[in-house]
């Protein structure tokens, strides 16, 4: 597992990251949201101990990332790719295998596993110049897997890539995360988070503004669902759910959507029209930070 305590650094102009603390436990998936610039990635380096923190801990399964055998623990795929273009999959693979100490035997047997699960099997032979972006980044996730690493850092392992390819990322993560791995996940898309992580943190300024279930950040951070019903029957009194009627829409500010809809359904209500905006993740940010995920 994962576990970092007031982390710091900076690159000289201000802080990168700045009092980072969380954990992530093996067979979870936590997701690090924010929007460019908001020190995900140096986060992600302080961990795999390719930069030093000024201040604060990090521990892999208690031990320090500095130490090898700590860091055989540990697979990265970082944001900027970190293949061979003029190798194929496979031997980009096996260059990756023999770096971590992997024999022959173990090579073979880990590079066809790694190969399938980036659904890569038919290509494995094609030089990676003539891959895809997202089977790169694909490519990127079977690197890291090469070792059989219980932990993994995923820094925005879907940016740039087709809807195809992003869902058979998904698909393997999800597979990682049922092998118990311990998983750390980079994004700016706030879908994705939603859909993929166990839990998030929402990062801006190097700082982490909250983390925890998606639902139980939107339950502290999101405030009410909002209910607009067309062209409700006058006699409907929406004072006691707190409605207000305006013309042909009524509007009602809850907590739980289903309150309302429950009262339509007790009392037959006829309607034209129904909108439920429930509040997601980018409510979520914006409550948080005053800003846009997406500015
Ligand atoms: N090598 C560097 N030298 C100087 N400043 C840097 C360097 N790398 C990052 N920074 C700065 O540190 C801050 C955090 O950057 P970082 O790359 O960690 O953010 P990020 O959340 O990963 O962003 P992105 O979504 O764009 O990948 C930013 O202000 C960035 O400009
Ligand atoms: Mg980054």
């Known amino acids: 597992m994962i576990t970092v305590n007031d982390l710091r650094f900076s690159y000289g102009n201000g802080p990168a990251v700045d009092g980072v603390s969380f954990t992530v436990s093996a067979g979870e998936i936590f997701g690090l949201l924010g929007p460019n610039g908001a020190g995900k990635s140096t986060t992600i380096h302080l961990i795999?101990?390719?930069?030093?923190?000024?201040?604060?801990?990090?521990?892999?399964?208690g031990g320090d990332p500095k130490r090898p055998a700590t860091r055989r623990r540990l697979g990265v795929a970082p944001q900027t790719l970190s293949l061979y273009e003029g190798l194929t999959g496979e031997e980009n693979c096996a260059f990756f295998g023999r770096l971590n100490g992997l024999s022959s035997k173990l090579l073979k047997e880990r590079t066809a596993r790694a190969i399938d699960l980036a659904g890569l099997t038919d290509r494995a032979r094609d030089r990676v110049s003539a891959y895809s972006g997202g089977m790169k980044r694909r490519l990127n996730l079977a690197v890291a897997l090469i070792h059989d690493p219980p932990i993994l850092l995923l820094d925005e392992p879907t940016v740039g890539v087709d809807p195809q390819s992003r869902n058979h990322l998904f698909d393997s993560i999800?597979?990682?995360?049922?092998?118990?791995?311990?998983?750390?996940f980079t994004t700016h898309y706030m879908e994705e988070?939603?859909?993929?992580?166990?839990?998030?943190?929402?990062?801006?300024?190097?700082?982490i503004m909250d983390s925890g279930?998606?639902?139980?950040?939107?339950?502290?951070?999101?405030?009410?669902?909002?209910?607009?019903?067309?062209g409700l029957d006058r006699s409907f009194a929406v004072e006691p759910l707190e409605g207000t009627r305006n013309g042909d829409l009524c509007r009602f500010e809850t907590p739980n959507p289903m309150i309302v809809l429950q009262a339509l359904a007790d009392r037959k209500a006829a309607y034209t029209g129904l909108r439920i905006h429930r509040?997601?993740?980018?409510?979520?940010?914006?409550?948080?930070?005053?800003?846009?995920?997406r500015d």
């Open 48 to 61: 795999g101990g390719v930069l030093s923190p000024a201040g604060g801990e990090v521990r892999l399964d």
């Open 174 to 184: 999800e597979a990682l995360r049922g092998e118990g791995r311990a998983i750390l």
């Open 193 to 207: 988070a939603q859909r993929l992580c166990d839990r998030v943190a929402v990062m801006d300024h190097g700082k």
């Open 213 to 230: 279930s998606v639902d139980g950040l939107i339950a502290r951070h999101g405030g009410p669902s909002v209910v607009e019903v067309e």
């Open 279 to 293: 509040a997601d993740l980018e409510t979520v940010f914006l409550n948080l930070t005053g800003r846009r995920l």
